[in-house]
């Protein structure tokens, strides 16, 4: 049979763009290198090739990728129609992985799209969340598909994709793509993989992709369980050495696995046996981010074999350490009696240690937020606490009973980035829960404290942890560029043309100076934390005795600690907690003796 030549090959340009949202001013948050590389976006775009080189949309037709991440790349939809318009053929613009608060940047792009005549579809956690949860659909979704926007719940492995990509070849997508009811297999599915020129635009070229999706726990805030099923799947030990060679191939070495609890993953030791026999043979030094739960150091090995594999720094969801406050979201699994045990054998290691704290639980006062942080300073190693309002994100169980209650949440889904306070507080005027949020952030990140922070990574037995720069990079993102650091980056770039519909158009004369001004001034901030973090640095390795260094925190726990120590004496719900863990000891030595 006769090949199709070069000249009556059909092109078809599948365009995934990963969104951003608006700062305080309206302006896209964007950057010339961003921190975080997306998943989703990896994840469609590894999707895309396994189609294009199955050839899904026939023999004659060649599909061409176009991955774009916008919070390191400015997107100019009539400048990309004329570009696709002059590579010929035809084009399918795809929005993937948009969260809520990017959803009214997504609809803004995809306006000039669809006017040109482009088919459009738009996926990710909010679409699938609010078709997981509401009987209902939102306005901005039902808005969307008036628009003639295409939306697709669920995920894309098993064929999905392929039908999207046909359906918008031929120009007549569906209005609605719904696989809730239906998660996919991913052993064996086409790995995540975004192209370098990509991951360029990420600070330290790295990579990220998902080994499991689900989750088995039952947090009322989190959104996961219901987007992504209680019933957990992964992938196999082979797509992670797919993932990882295909990485190095490019040059890439640094990884985010995206797994929302990697020590849930049944096939964790597999995976890192893998990764410590691909560093052996690859010769590579692997930098791997991970997420776990406050029990992974319960897993006979799960931390000597992450270190061993190449795990640098972990995330842990510490939430709050008041035990009542868990209970109330469901959180069980979270136990306040195992947190300095826990946290105690990551330092060991020399692991840079990341924890999510929330504030605005049913119990939070200021006085309390700010007497806990106190406590986790003083008795927790932690090298960088997160910040975050509690916040019903559509999708979770909070959100659900929110909009079926009639409870008020700020309609500017623009702000559900868990960096704003979207509803009322029940105790707290919503004045106190925003100053508690920002008192939050200055209370941990003291001088003093950051200090303490980097004598306890120097006296660490195996490495130094987290340097005194890396903690002030996190903090200063915050305390410079007013945004969670999670949406930070290097050099922040704003565009006159591109401010929110709706907001007046800065005269140039007024913008260009004032943003010239802005950057300056904020480059000096920058250089004067460094600095200042930097002299800290120094003293601390000048000092011989560093390694002898010693704190509470660092202190092996001990069974008179429940008597002395803040986070069990001063705590809401501690006494139960402990008489919890008294039993579990209890019934564990009976069954051992």
């Known amino acids: 049979m006769d090949q199709p030549t070069e000249t009556s090959r059909e092109i078809f340009?599948?365009?995934?763009?990963?969104?951003?949202?608006?700062?305080?001013?309206?302006?896209?948050?964007?950057?010339?290198?961003?921190?975080?590389?997306?998943?989703?976006?990896?994840?469609?775009?590894?999707?895309?090739?396994?189609?294009?080189?199955?050839?899904?949309?026939?023999?004659?037709?060649?599909?061409?990728?176009?991955t774009i991440d916008e919070p390191n790349t400015r997107i100019r939809p009539e400048r990309l129609i004329r570009e696709l318009r002059a590579a010929g053929g035809r084009a399918a613009i795809a929005f993937v992985g948009v969260q809520s608060n990017q959803f009214p940047r997504t609809m803004d792009l995809a306006g000039p799209f669809l006017a040109a005549g482009f088919p459009v579809v738009v996926g990710g956690f909010h679409v699938s969340g609010c078709k997981a949860m509401l009987k209902q659909q939102p306005a901005e979704i039902v808005a969307a598909q008036e628009m003639g926007i295409s939306l697709f719940a669920g995920e894309a492995e098993e064929g999905r994709l392929d039908e999207v990509l046909r359906d918008a070849y031929a120009g007549r997508l569906k209005p609605l793509y719904d696989h809730m009811d239906d998660l996919p297999s991913l052993e064996g599915a086409p790995p995540p993989f975004l192209p370098v020129d990509t991951l360029h635009g990420t600070r330290n070229e790295f990579s990220s992709f998902d080994l499991g999706r689900g989750c088995p726990f039952q947090c009322s805030f989190c959104t996961i369980i219901n987007v992504q099923g209680r019933k957990s799947r992964f992938r196999s030990v082979d797509d992670l050495e797919k993932i990882i060679r295909a990485n190095w191939a490019q040059g890439i070495r640094k990884y985010f696995i995206t797994d929302d609890d990697l020590a849930r993953n049944k096939n964790w030791e597999a995976f890192f046996d893998r990764m410590i026999e691909l560093r052996k043979e690859l010769q590579v030094r692997l930098e791997i981010f991970v997420q776990v739960d406050t029990g992974c150091h319960r897993i006979p090995g799960f931390i000597d074999k992450a270190v061993a594999a190449g795990v640098t720094r972990v995330f842990i969801g510490l939430e709050n350490i008041n035990p009542d406050n868990l209970l109330h979201v469901g959180k069980r699994h979270n136990k306040i009696t195992d947190y300095r045990a826990m946290l105690q054998e990551w330092w060991a290691h020399g692991i840079a240690i990341y924890a999510g704290y929330i504030i605005g639980f049913p119990g939070d006062t200021k006085e309390k937020v700010l007497r806990d942080v106190e406590i986790i300073k003083r008795e927790l190693p932690i090298n960088v606490l997160e910040f975050f309002y509690l916040t019903p994100l559509p999708g979770s169980a909070d959100h659900k009973h929110h909009v079926e209650g009639g409870r008020w949440m700020d309609p500017d889904l623009n702000k559900l980035d868990l960096f704003h306070r979207m509803v009322h507080h029940p105790v707290m005027s919503d004045t106190e829960w925003e100053e508690a949020y920002h008192a939050a952030w200055r209370t941990f990140y003291t001088w003093d404290h950051i200090e303490t922070?980097?004598?306890?990574?120097?006296?660490?037995?195996?490495?130094?942890?987290?340097?005194?720069?890396?903690?002030?990079?996190?903090?200063?993102?915050?305390?410079?560029?007013?945004?969670?650091?999670?949406?930070?980056?290097?050099?922040?770039?704003?565009?006159?043309?591109?401010?929110?519909?709706?907001?007046?158009?800065?005269?140039?004369?007024?913008?260009?100076?004032?943003?010239?001004?802005?950057?300056?001034?904020?480059?000096?901030?920058?250089?004067?934390?460094y600095g200042r973090a930097h002299f800290i640095h120094k003293r601390i390795y000048a000092d011989p005795k560093r390694k002898d260094y010693t704190d509470v925190a660092l202190t092996p726990p001990t069974a008179e600690e429940f008597e002395e120590l803040g986070l069990f004496r001063q705590t809401s719900g501690a006494d139960a907690a402990i008489r919890r863990k008294q039993l579990r000891d209890s019934l564990s030595a009976t069954k051992a003796g």
């Open 453 to 529: 922070m980097g004598r306890r990574g120097a006296a660490s037995p195996k490495k130094k942890g987290m340097n005194i720069d890396e903690i002030i990079e996190f903090y200063s993102m915050y305390a410079v560029e007013r945004l969670h650091p999670l949406e930070g980056g290097i050099l922040r770039k704003k565009y006159r043309r591109d401010r929110r519909p709706g907001l007046p158009r800065a005269n140039p004369l007024v913008f260009y100076p004032a943003y010239a001004i802005e950057t300056v001034m904020k480059m000096a901030k920058f250089a004067w934390y």
């Open 13 to 66: 340009h599948f365009v995934m763009i990963k969104p951003t949202h608006y700062d305080d001013d309206g302006y896209p948050i964007l950057w010339w290198r961003s921190l975080i590389p997306s998943n989703s976006l990896a994840a469609i775009n590894g999707l895309l090739l396994d189609a294009a080189e199955r050839r899904v949309l026939g023999e004659n037709v060649e599909i061409r990728g176009i």
